[in-house]
């Protein structure tokens, strides 16, 4: 049995997994791809979100794993999932808030249908990956998501704004080190170059390329406006909170280093 990891230094999850398979005594048995120094491999098997698990080259888990049932896979024991139809939606949405990639197209795209060509992600998010009657579970979660589109997006934007802005403010810290002054930075990062920087950001979902949105497209623009405003009103709590996970961040990274 084949196992490969793919993981990115700044994932807590992926350190999480990483510290629970040293802890079994598994590590050994898994291969881990760091998604940093190897994109296009990570590109070219369709990873989205980390930690990506696949197994003899299936997809079954990304983002959140289930550490104890990853355990006994490795042990070479049968995992054979049933699920509830009713949470099939929860843990999608779940799955793509966790992604900022896929938060980025389906907040951009508002296209449940063809975020649905992403299928081994999908199937790993919600556990379909691992159940006896997949099919069936991926077939009622599309029409589901096709009919109720607008009201599932509508329930799940709060948590795409939280994600959208985390990630803005993220990447702000990785490349100056230091808080921008709030009047500085969106003069630098206007609502065009944020625009921008969201499309080209959420056209890391799958291999198929960029969906390009015009700027002059008005509902496009519309909705990014928001999540603007959103960084703006909230830039000062929301810088707080990534410092702390990246002070938190290098704490682990320094963890067992000579």
């Not at 990630?167 to 170059?193: A, M, Q």
Request: proline fraction near 3%; charge should be negative; glycine fraction near 6%.
């Amino acid at each position: 049995m084949e196992v490969e990891i793919f993981t990115h230094r700044n994932c807590t999850e992926c350190n999480l997994l990483v510290e629970y398979l040293e802890e079994k005594g598994l590590l050994g048995k898994v291969k881990l791809v760091d998604t940093e120094t190897q994109p296009f491999l990570a590109l070219e098997r369709g990873v989205i979100s980390t930690p990506s698990i696949f197994v003899d080259g299936k997809l079954v888990y990304a983002g959140k794993v289930d550490l104890e049932e990853f355990e006994e896979i490795l042990k070479g024991k049968g995992v054979a999932r049933t699920y509830n139809r009713e949470e099939l939606v929860t843990r999608l949405m779940e799955g793509i808030v966790d992604s900022f990639a896929a938060t980025a197209w389906l907040y951009v795209n508002r296209d449940f249908d063809s975020f649905l060509s992403q299928r081994d992600f999908v199937m790993a998010v919600t556990g379909l990956a691992l159940s006896e009657n997949p099919e069936e579970g991926f077939n009622y979660l599309r029409n589901v998501l096709v009919k109720d589109r607008e009201r599932i997006l509508q329930e799940w934007e709060p948590r795409m704004f939280r994600n959208i802005s985390s990630n803005f403010v993220r990447e702000i810290y990785w490349l100056y080190g230091k808080k921008v002054p709030r009047e500085e930075l969106f003069s630098r990062y206007t609502l065009e170059i944020f625009a921008h920087w969201l499309m080209v950001r959420g056209g890391a979902v799958g291999r198929v390329g960029l969906r390009i949105h015009p700027l002059s497209e008005v509902d496009t623009m519309t909705r990014i406006a928001k999540v603007y405003g959103y960084v703006m009103e909230n830039y000062d709590s929301l810088w707080d909170k990534v410092e702390k996970e990246q002070k938190s961040l290098k704490g682990i990274h320094a963890v067992g280093k000579p």
